[in-house]
């Protein structure tokens, strides 16, 4: 199933690219299995590594690492917010 | 939520005009009896370095899902007659104005805690990032804490 990927700010930078369409490997299904599967491509994406604060949307709304993802959802990864 | 309706936010680049959007809180009505409001502005400083410039970056589309979703709690909470929010993106210099929240209620307690509390909740969620401009280069803005207790205790 594909994804939309996006990612912001600093890790927009850290990835270098702002997003990527993405076919899912089985077995990932949340939105934590999905940053754990870019964080372990290495380089600039182990900015999505467990333990940095990263945040998460899917379909524009700011979910945990337990929310299920499915084909067509746009998943967004970004740091915390500094608006205002 | 539009603009012109009594309850609209804007995600916008250009400048906006906090008198003209102030008065807009109360024209052609009579059970106004409060407006609050609240203006940000770019500092020049923070965290102890010069700031010459910030980009604000935002995640189109959700951005304003975000902040009609704080300004619909905010309804939820207190009883409010007209709420304004717009916030800008792109590059923006000291002085300049990042965002307005206007609430306009029959009395000013409403008006007060509304504002107070859409500016505490668009700090924490809405999706917007600042980058800096310091004379030691470029640098993300990091979240503060005091912000997420800010938004707690609402």
């Known amino acids: 199933m594909n994804v939309k990927v996006l990612y912001f700010a600093s890790l927009r930078e850290a990835i270098g690219q702002p997003g990527e369409e993405l076919e899912l490997p089985a077995g990932v299904a949340t939105v934590g299995a999905l940053r754990a599967h870019l964080a372990a491509r290495g380089n600039g994406w182990q900015a999505l590594a467990g333990g940095r604060n990263v945040r998460a949307a899917v379909n524009q709304r700011m979910v945990g690492a337990d929310e299920p993802v499915a084909a067509g959802d746009e998943v967004a990864f970004f740091p915390p917010v500094t608006g205002g | ?154």
């Not at chain 2, 770019?42 to 979703?69: F, I, Q």
Request: glycine share 8%; with cysteine.
């Open chain 2, 1 to 154: 939520m539009r603009p012109g309706s009594d309850f609209s936010v804007s995600v916008q680049e250009a400048d906006f005009d906090a008198g003209a959007e102030m008065g807009a809180l109360s024209a052609s009505r009579r059970d106004v009896g409060a407006v609050a409001s609240f203006v940000g502005l770019v500092r020049d400083a923070n965290d102890g370095n010069g700031v010459s410039a910030m980009t604000l970056e935002h995640y189109p589309g959700m951005t304003e899902k975000a902040l009609d979703e704080i300004v619909e709690q905010a309804r939820q909470r207190w009883s409010l007659l007209r709420v304004r929010v717009i916030h800008r993106f792109g590059r923006l210099e000291p002085a300049d104005r990042i965002v307005f929240v206007g609430v306009a209620s029959a009395h000013r307690g409403d008006a007060f805690a509304a504002c107070e509390f859409i500016m505490d909740y668009l700090k924490t969620r809405a999706p917007f990032w600042k980058c800096e401009e310091t004379p030691v280069g470029a640098r993300w803005v990091d979240a503060r804490i005091s912000d997420d207790s800010a938004a707690a205790r609402w």
